[in-house]
C-alpha cells in the first residue's frame, strides 16, 4: 500500500520502525537521508522530502546518515546485531564462562545501556534473563546426559545450589531431580506458579470445543502431538497448583520423547513466559494497572509446535474465530495422524507441502489462502523458512525473514513470533480484537487506526504482547 506524504511525515516523525524500507527521508539541510525510525533530532517539514530508493536519494545528492545507517539496512547489515550474535553465540557455547550480567557487558565492549537495549531489541528480553534462561538450558543438557544436580549446576555457571535450584524449578516447572528422571515412566508432574490462572490456559487451548487437535474436560486437557516423530496424546490434568503430564501412545515414550512431551507443556500452559516484570511495570503507572486487575499471572498460551503458529496465522487472515476454527479442524481432518482419543496430531509442514492447492480450496480455504499455506509450508521443508530455529533466532530476524514470505503482513508475522515463538514485545497491529480492546480499555469514541494502535501500545513495551493477551482476554473472559 503507498503511503501518502502526510502518512510518511506521521511515520517519520513517530520513528516508526515498521516504516523501515517503505520509504527513505531526505533532510535538505544537512544533505543526507534517513530511514523513518532515525532517532536523530527532526528538522523543520519544509526540508523533508522522501525517497523509494537509495539510488533516488543519492542521485538527489545526499549521503546515507551515520546514525542509522540506511546504507547498512538496505545491505542486510546491522554491525549492532552482528556484535550480539556473536556475544550470544559464545554465552550459548559457556554459559558458564560469564558470572552476571556485567561480564556480558565488558566482553560485548559496548556499554550497559546499550547493551540492554540490543537484548530487548533483537530478543525480547534482558540480558541477565537471557544469561539465566541459557544456564537452565546448559543444565537441562547435562541432566538428561545423567548427570547429578551439583555437577550440572556447576557446569551451567551457577555459582549456589540454591539459586540453581529456583532458577531451574522456575524456568521448567520441575526440580532438577524429576527432570533428570523424564523417561522412566510415561508421566511427570509440574510445580505451577502460586498466581497461575488456570481458567485461562484451558480456555484458551479449548476454545475450539469441535477441535480434531486438542480438547478441554473439565480441569484436563488433552492435546494430539508428535513426539520423536510419532503420534500421541499429551493429558495434562489441572489441580490444587499442580498439572499431571501423562502421553498416551502405542509406543513406549523413551525419555527424548518425554522431555520433548515436557517441553510442549510448558509451551500450552504459557509457562516460558514471565508475566511479574509486566506487572511491575503496569503498577508504577495508574492509568494502565486497571487491565490485568483480575488477571495477575495470566500468561501467553503458546502453540505445540511452530508448523502449528503458521496454520494459525494464516487460516486466521480476514475471517472471523469460528471460520478460522473450522478451517484448521478440516485440515486436521485431512492430513493429521490419528493419535488417540478421536483426536489427531496436528499436520506437519511435510504433509500440507504435499498437498494441491485445490485440496484446501476444497475444504472453504480462499484461493489466496491455500497458496499462502502450502507455499510457505514448501518453503519450511525445503529449509528456506527455518521454522524451528525462529525461536532461538533474533526476533528482528524472524520478522525480517517471514515478513518476506507472500501473504504474511505485520498482522500474521507478529501474531507468530507471540504464539509460536513465545517473543515479549509484539504487537499484531490489524486484529480486531485487539483494537475493540484498545477502544474499551481507553474509552475512545471510535476505532483506533494501524497508527493509532501503535501508539497506544507504546506505553506497555517491552511488554506489549502481554498487553495484547490482556486486551483480547477482556473482551470474553474463559475464566
Known amino acids: 500500500m503507498t503511503l501518502t506524504h502526510d502518512e510518511m511525515m506521521a511515520r517519520f516523525y513517530g520513528r516508526d520502525r515498521t516504516a ?240 520433548q512431551a515436557h517441553a510442549i507443556a510448558l509451551c500450552l500452559l504459557g509457562l516460558t513466559m514471565d508475566p511479574a516484570p509486566f506487572e511491575r511495570r503496569l503498577a508504577e503507572n495508574a492509568a494502565l494497572l486497571p487491565l490485568i486487575e483480575g488477571r495477575r499471572g495470566l500468561r501467553i498460551p503458546q502453540t505445540g509446535d511452530a508448523f502449528e503458529g503458521i496454520v494459525w496465522a494464516i487460516a486466521g487472515q480476514q475471517v472471523n474465530l469460528p471460520f478460522a476454527y473450522a478451517l484448521r479442524r478440516d485440515l486436521a481432518r485431512l492430513c493429521g495422524e490419528p493419535a488417540g482419543r478421536g483426536l489427531r496430531a496436528h499436520p506437519t509442514a511435510e504433509a500440507v507441502a504435499a498437498l494441491g492447492y485445490d485440496d484446501l480450496t476444497a475444504l472453504r480455504f480462499s484461493r489466496r489462502k491455500a497458496e499462502y499455506l502450502v507455499d510457505t509450508a514448501r518453503l519450511a521443508v525445503s529449509g528456506e523458512l527455518p521454522l524451528d530455529a525462529f525461536t532461538e533466532a533474533p526476533a528482528t530476524e524472524v520478522e525480517r525473514r517471514l515478513g518476506a514470505v507472500r501473504g504474511f503482513g505485520p498482522w500474521s508475522v507478529h501474531y507468530f513470533m507471540m504464539r509460536a515463538c513465545g517473543f515479549a514485545d509484539c504487537v499484531p497491529v490489524g486484529d480486531t480484537g485487539l483494537s475493540t480492546g484498545l477502544m474499551n480499555f481507553f474509552r475512545l469514541d471510535h476505532r483506533p487506526g494501524a497508527d493509532e494502535v501503535r501508539a497506544l501500545m507504546e506505553p506497555f513495551a517491552p511488554f506489549r504482547s502481554l498487553a495484547t493477551f490482556h486486551l483480547w482476554m477482556s473482551l470474553g473472559d474463559p475464566a
Not at 508421566?187 to 484458551?204: C, E, I, M, N, S
Not at 499429551?234 to 498416551?248: D, K, S, Y
Open 20 to 259: 523501515n524500507g517503505r520509504f527513505l527521508t531526505g533532510v535538505l539541510t544537512t544533505g543526507i537521508y534517513c530511514l523513518p525510525s532515525c532517532t536523530a533530532r527532526k528538522p523543520r517539514p519544509e526540508n523533508v522530502r522522501f525517497f523509494g530508493s537509495e539510488d533516488e536519494a543519492r542521485t538527489a545528492g545526499l549521503r546515507p546518515c551515520r546514525r542509522c545507517r540506511p546504507d547498512h539496512f538496505y545491505q542486510e547489515y546491522d554491525p549492532d546485531l552482528h556484535l550480539l550474535a556473536r556475544l550470544v553465540a559464545e554465552v550459548r557455547r559457556a554459559p558458564a564462562a560469564f558470572a552476571d550480567a556485567a561480564a556480558l557487558v565488558s566482553t560485548s565492549g559496548i556499554g550497559a545501556t546499550k547493551l540492554n537495549a540490543l537484548f530487548r531489541r533483537h530478543h525480547h528480553t534482558t540480558p541477565a534473563a537471557f544469561l539465566a534462561r541459557d544456564r537452565v538450558r546448559a543444565a537441562c543438557r547435562v541432566l538428561a546426559e545423567g548427570e547429578g544436580a551439583t555437577g550440572a549446576a556447576y557446569t551451567a555457571g551457577f555459582e549456589s545450589l540454591s539459586a540453581f535450584h529456583e532458577n531451574f524449578r522456575r524456568q521448567t516447572a520441575l526440580t532438577p531431580g524429576e527432570y533428570r528422571r523424564l523417561g522412566s515412566s510415561d508421566a511427570f508432574t509440574l510445580t505451577l506458579p502460586h498466581d497461575f490462572q488456570a481458567g485461562y490456559a484451558l480456555g484458551v487451548i479449548g476454545r475450539d470445543a469441535e477441535s480434531a487437535v486438542e480438547r478441554v474436560e473439565g480441569g484436563t486437557a488433552y492435546k494430539a502431538v508428535r513426539l520423536a516423530g510419532r503420534p500421541a496424546v499429551l493429558a495434562m490434568q489441572i489441580a490444587e497448583g499442580r498439572v499431571r503430564c501423562r502421553v498416551e501412545a502405542a509406543h513406549e515414550p523413551d525419555a527424548d520423547a518425554m522431555r
